[in-house]
Nanobody, 122 residues
């Protein structure tokens, strides 16, 4: 069982930046692919970004490309999401997730965090 705890959410003005963190509880984190998702009120949860266990491969949603960067520090058991040029439509609860393998298009997300709120004011 891998427990995931997100942090770093908050209130930011449009055009600003935030960095989200997701800390894992187990060393097994190092072998898992990791991802970020978000869910806005009244909408379904959507994929944002994912990264392979080594950090060597990443992929993003179209809305995140060019503005968001996913990275990880396996020594700290933490994955990050750097979000720049934030827009009001980025406002959502952001969740991190873990999958046993990195397979874009068919990720089997096994563990989820509780989420952190990101609010973007216009």
């Amino acid at each position: 069982q891998v427990r995931l705890v997100e942090s770093g959410g908050g209130l930011v003005q449009a055009g600003g930046s935030l960095r989200l963190s997701c800390a894992a509880s187990e060393l097994a984190f190092r072998s898992y692919a990791m991802g970020w998702f978000r869910q806005a009120p009244g909408k379904e949860r959507e994929f944002v970004a994912a990264i392979s266990w080594s950090g060597g491969s990443t992929h993003y949603s179209e809305s995140a490309k060019g503005r968001f960067t996913i990275s990880r520090d396996n020594a700290k058991l933490t994955v990050y999401l750097q979000m720049n040029s934030l827009k009001p439509e980025d406002m959502a609860v952001y969740y991190c997730a873990a999958a046993p393998s990195y397979n874009p298009g068919d990720m089997q997300w096994r563990y989820w965090g509780q989420g952190t709120q990101v609010t973007v004011s216009s």
